[in-house]
């Protein structure tokens, strides 16, 4: 009789979906989520909650479920839910699509497609057209898709962004283009203090980043290597600059990445600086002497006339260098 019942246990459903409840709960720890949290989408759905309770709980409900269900006697039930929670899953992987990519979240939905087939029922090839159905196989075509479209985006994300220079630590990110003059000024005045990345806005932008980019390795700071870039590529003798395929290959690539990132958040002119907060140096009230490159103040830290906010903010004298050719510069 216990011969019976152990062969009824199905073991492969049964070992991933316990997998699926031990990942679960390990997410759901301040270690775990800490070592499983590896991009932005991690720490979003972390902090969501559905009816109260985190989405960790609700999947190691469902695979604990499904684990429970490989301990009895009817083997087709364990594989009808893990085929609708499978299902739940494509819904889940179509909003971490439209919303931020969330490697913890893909392992999740890893174990969920080995329950699920872990759990098929074997094909039994004395009938004819024994195979998949193909709502399954529209499932599974479609939970691909998004897995694959999901994974893409994380590994985009995990990739890291050439840095020019990197001392702000994260609290302000800079985007420059050799080709926009008021870049040069985020430079003077950001530089040591913030991480600059390159962006190509013209065409000749390319070989400008390259030879700043080999000042930046002899050692010059950014500040002193901007400048020195521009001086060069103005003489004629700049005509003879040139790189190597690869390098001009892989740095246009690192150069698309940076565009498409400033473009996926709607950025349309440079230089863009970003803060992780707010900067009450960069920012002063309008009763206080700002610093010159704040914002929305006149050079010598006067306050731009007109300012109801009581803060030099970014208003109509915001320097900026935009895609149009014609006009590249306001």
Known sequence: MNNEKRASIQWGGLLFALAG????????????SQALCLTSGCALFKQLTIFG???????????????LLCLQSKRLLPFIFAVFFLA??????????????CVSCLGAALLFLCTCFALKPRPDFRRKNEGPS???????????????ANLVNAVNELLPLRTLEKAGQGNFVVYISPSCPHCAD???ALGGRADFYAVSKEEGDLLKIARLEDLLASGKPLKEAMPQMLAEAAKPEWQS????PQRRLLLQWQLLRAKSRLAANGFTA????QSNGFSRSLFAPASQPAPAFAPGTLSGGQSRPGDASGFGLPGDDLGQCTGNTEQPCD
């Open 21 to 32: 409840v031990v990942y679960c709960l390990t997410a759901l720890t301040e270690r775990g």
């Open 53 to 67: 309770f985190s989405p960790w709980w609700f999947g190691a409900g469902a695979f604990l479920l499904i684990a």
């Open 88 to 101: 739940l899953d494509c819904a889940f992987l179509l909003v971490m699509l439209f919303s931020a990519p």
């Open 134 to 148: 193909k709502p399954l196989m529209l499932l599974l075509f479609v939970w691909g898709v998004l897995f694959t």
């Open 186 to 188: 985020a430079v003077q």
């Open 241 to 244: 600059y040139t790189i190597s």
């Open 270 to 273: 440079l230089p863009v600086v």
